[in-house]
Structures are given as structure tokens and as C-alpha cells.
T-cell receptor, first 117, second 117 residues
């Protein structure tokens, strides 16, 4: 079964508008971490934001915020005021199994975001 | 602070050969993870090293191996290359891997593009 699901293979957003990229995850662990990354066409993987499972407040980093709904196992990325440079692949990832033999970070399939001028 | 560096950036090999890729993490980071990225399989976890010890290993054959040195630099080796090993190999360094309650930041290097002919 997929551990990380990103249901939107591709999305379009108008410049300066906000956009939400969906991510749902599957884990039975109580302690885990969630990440979002951006990968432009150059291939570089850029860290955007991190949310720990015990964090009560949603993480924010500049124009990026993570809408964390623990009961629904959802960790959606919200990008406010989209810019042309935001066009890229976006990956949701999860570190589970903290301190165990299966401790690792796994990635979702990604969402391709295109910002339209 | 210098970012994660990977060498070489591009590599062309033929089937049956072996290859060694190198990764230098961000100064102070003791965790290094390796990932393989292909269009068909997405980002797949290879292994993670922390303080010269392999913490976990993904579902890859024994031809894929790695190690970490005392200065946290890591190498991965692929022996008896196959066509399907053609991929972007990404290395990531982490500040506090897998510690419950800690805010983890995981930064990626630019990757090594391996082409097997």
C-alpha cells in the first residue's frame, strides 16, 4: 500500500493566487515527521517545510505553510501568492519508525505545479 | 555554510562496470541518506548512515552498498551495473535524524546523473 499519496499529478495556478497541494500519509506510528520538497526542472531537491507529529501548530516558512490534520493523516502544503518560480515538482515525504530498524524517509509520487502568468 | 556536495555530477558507464559516488554533508550534519530517482519509480530510499553506521536500508539488491567515514562524508557503490541503474542519485544530509520531538531539516545535494549503456 502507498505510504504517501499525492492525488494531484498536475496542477495549474494563476500567478499571485494561493494553491494547496494535497498529501495524505499512512502510518501506525505516533511519532513521525513530514516534509515538503520542491524540485525544479534543474533536478535540485529543495527543502521547504517540516512538521513533527507532536507539533500542535501548523508549520510555516515564509510563503509556505503546512495544513496538518493529524486525525485525517493529511499534510497539505499551501503556497500563498504564487510566483512563476514556483513552477516545479513538489514532493511530500514522511519519516516514520523513529529509532527503529525501519526508520527512514519515504517520498510520495509528487505533484507538478505550473504557475500561469 | 556550504551545502551538500556530490561528485561526480554526471557519469556514463557500461553494463557490468562498477561506480562509486561521493557525498559530503553540510558541516555538523552526521546523517547521510541516499536515494535513487527514476521517472518510473520516483524517489526510492537506498540507505541512511549516521556516525559511520548504516541505520536502515531500502529494498535494493546487494549490488548497492555504501559507507560513511569519520568526517561524515559518504560513498555509495554500485557493482555490476545494469541498464536499469540509470538514474539520478541524490544524497541528503540531516541535522537530527529520527529524534522524536526534534525539528528535522534534511538538505539534498545536486545529485549525480548516472547513465548506463
Amino acid at each position: 500500500a502507498q505510504k504517501i499519496t499525492q492525488t494531484q499529478p498536475g496542477m495549474f495556478v494563476q500567478e499571485k493566487e494561493a494553491v494547496t497541494l494535497d498529501c495524505t500519509y499512512d502510518t501506525s506510528d505516533q511519532s513521525y515527521g513530514l516534509f515538503w520538497y520542491k524540485q525544479p526542472s534543474s533536478g535540485e531537491m529543495i527543502f521547504l517545510i517540516y512538521q513533527g507529529s507532536y507539533d500542535e501548530q501548523n508549520a510555516t516558512e515564509g510563503r509556505y505553510s503546512l495544513n496538518f490534520q493529524k486525525a485525517r493523516k493529511s499534510a497539505n502544503l499551501v503556497i500563498s501568492a504564487s510566483q512563476l518560480g514556483d513552477s516545479a515538482m513538489y514532493f511530500c515525504a514522511m519519516r516514520e519508525g523513529l529509532g527503529t530498524s525501519y526508520d527512514k524517509v519515504i517520498f510520495g509520487p509528487g505533484t507538478s505545479l505550473s504557475v500561469i502568468p | 555554510k556550504a551545502g551538500v556536495t556530490q561528485t561526480p555530477r554526471y557519469l556514463i558507464k557500461t553494463r557490468g562496470q562498477q561506480v562509486t559516488l561521493s557525498c559530503s554533508p553540510i558541516s555538523g550534519h552526521r546523517s547521510v541518506s541516499w536515494y535513487q530517482q527514476t521517472p518510473g519509480q520516483g524517489l526510492q530510499f537506498l540507505f541512511e548512515y549516521f556516525s559511520e553506521t548504516q541505520r536502515n536500508k531500502g529494498n535494493f539488491p546487494g549490488r548497492f552498498s555504501g559507507r560513511q567515514f569519520s568526517n561524515s562524508r559518504s560513498e555509495m557503490n554500485v557493482s555490476t551495473l545494469e541498464l536499469g541503474d540509470s538514474a539520478l542519485y541524490l544524497c541528503a544530509s540531516s541535522s537530527v535524524p529520527g529524534l522524536a520531538g526534534a525539528r528535522e531539516t534534511q538538505y539534498f545535494g545536486p545529485g549525480t546523473r548516472l547513465l548506463v549503456l
